[in-house]
């Protein structure tokens, strides 16, 4: 057993195997977790049980640390398989749902968030991040509301202060309806931090400041944004070398590449973690490294953009931090990290080959390379003191039948796979396949008349 066991409010016991992520990566045959305060108390094997409030039996299945998810747009789940934008390049995708996503308020960023963040849990996620750098002038406290959202459903929430400051008319993409001056974005970076940014083992919502991309704010902000978050001491995040015409645009403009530019704006710290890196050279991989900065690798959204193949296998061995993301719901369309976290498996093994890349490796993303990213080290593993957030995954049925040896690569090779139980701070946000939370089916109304009226405005534009 690892760890002592008391008397405890919850125990998920016999399961199969337990994966801790620990730090020798223990897996327990016939495990069990033991929780109480949203904590967990005890991980240990049958037979060592404590007596429990509650117990939860997690026969034939695995048990996993949370999965989290560390880049995503949730309010694009308003606009998903957006017939105008679904050819073209990534410019072309912008500039064709720019116009529609300035409609975004604070009830189109609730609403979203909330559908969202259930989503994700239904996909075993239990922390996310989210990048929401469109902020239309009349659309109100969009991460408020957001963070509302976030706080009804228990779930664990990363949301990122984004922005746009550099719009068509100053030589980037984004039209002058969604940018911002400096100024304002300054203050309200500072504002949320402030009001929202919790501290300390468990905290349940942290703000990270995230300018969107090199072509859409100007390197003054970049560099002042790196500034506060130093004051702040929060975290930064960006979209970085994700696409070939990002590298003409950055050469054109700044006069290097993209990951020079973020270096000359102060971003080439342990504070940031980046989106998509899909181009980076071998001495900016080294760089990354050095620096201790993360990256998000988005598996679906680079297949359904064609950016390419993010070179994860590089990372991992250069000793960057890479955890996995959905990206956004107008790019992958669908939210679910075991998908994400399958994807990344097969892409490694479609660039590298076969011994590219192992269940357990992509799993391991999932979790603590996703709480490396967020700056986290009380959540991405099972051990005693860590938080109590976990996925049991049913390991049954006509899928699974004859997958009897490694249940890990069971997990990501075969499926789909659905949460049995997702549990953020010891409460079920997924209990027995179905979510926890009542109104679904109501907020699934409010959600389409939203998406509806968007619909509409745009094919009257």
């Known amino acids: 057993m690892i760890g002592t066991a008391p008397t405890v409010d919850l125990l998920i016991a016999n399961a199969d195997l337990v994966v801790t992520m620990d730090g020798d990566r223990s897996e327990i045959p016939g495990g069990w977790v033991g929780i109480s305060n949203g904590f967990i108390t005890a991980v240990g094997q049958s037979g060592e049980e404590p007596d429990a409030a509650r117990v939860v039996d997690a026969n034939g299945c695995l048990i996993t640390p949370g999965l989290i998810n560390t880049h995503h747009h949730i309010y694009q789940n308003l606009t998903r398989a957006f017939a105008p934008a679904l050819s073209g390049s ?115 919502v942290q703000i990270a400041l995230a300018p969107c991309s090199p072509f859409s704010v100007t390197p003054e902000l970049m560099e ?84 390419g193949l993010a ?76 938080a109590a957030d976990l996925v049991v995954w049913p390991l049954q049925g006509v899928a699974f039948a004859g997958a009897l040896t490694d249940p890990v690569e069971a997990l990501l090779r075969c499926g789909p796979v659905a949460p049995r139980h997702t549990i953020v701070q010891g409460k079920f946000l997924v209990e027995n396949g179905m979510l926890a939370t009542s109104g679904v089916e109501e907020m699934l109304l409010r959600h389409r008349g939203i998406a509806q009226e968007w619909l509409t405005a745009a094919e009257s534009a």
């Open 90 to 204: 990534l410019f072309h995708w912008l500039r064709t749902l720019y116009p529609v996503w300035s409609r975004l308020d604070e009830e189109a960023a609730y609403v979203s968030a909330w559908i969202g963040l259930c989503e994700l849990a239904l996909g075993g996620c239990t922390t996310t991040t989210d990048h929401l750098y469109v902020h239309p002038r009349t659309g109100g406290d969009l991460i408020t509301a957001e963070i509302t959202a976030a706080t009804e459903l228990g779930f664990r929430f990363h949301p990122t202060r984004g922005s746009m400051s550099l719009s068509e008319k100053d030589g980037g993409l984004p039209p002058d309806s969604v940018v911002q001056t400096d100024e304002e974005i300054l203050a309200d970076s500072e504002r949320l931090v402030g009001l929202h940014h919790s501290r300390g083992p468990g905290a349940m």
């Open 224 to 307: 002042s944004t790196a500034e506060l978050a130093e004051r702040l001491d929060v975290r930064l995040h960006t979209h970085i070398a994700e696409d070939q015409a990002e590298d003409t645009f950055c050469e054109e403009v700044f006069g290097c590449r993209p990951l020079e530019h973020l270096e000359r704006v102060g971003w080439g710290s342990e504070r940031t973690w980046v989106a998509h890196c899909v181009f980076p050279s071998e001495s900016e991989i080294t760089k990354l490294a050095n620096w201790g900065t993360g990256v998000a690798h988005c598996p679906s959204s680079n297949q359904l953009i064609g950016a």
């Open 311 to 386: 070179p994860v296998r590089e990372f991992r061995d250069a000793g960057v931090n890479v955890g996995i993301g959905c990206d956004g719901s107008a790019s992958t369309d669908c939210a679910s990290l075991w998908l994400e976290t399958r994807g990344a498996l097969l892409l490694a093994r479609l660039r590298g080959g076969p011994e590219a890349m192992l269940a357990r490796e992509a799993l391991e993303m999932a979790t603590l390379g996703g709480a490396a990213c967020l700056g986290r080290d009380d959540i991405g593993s099972l051990a005693p003191g860590k």
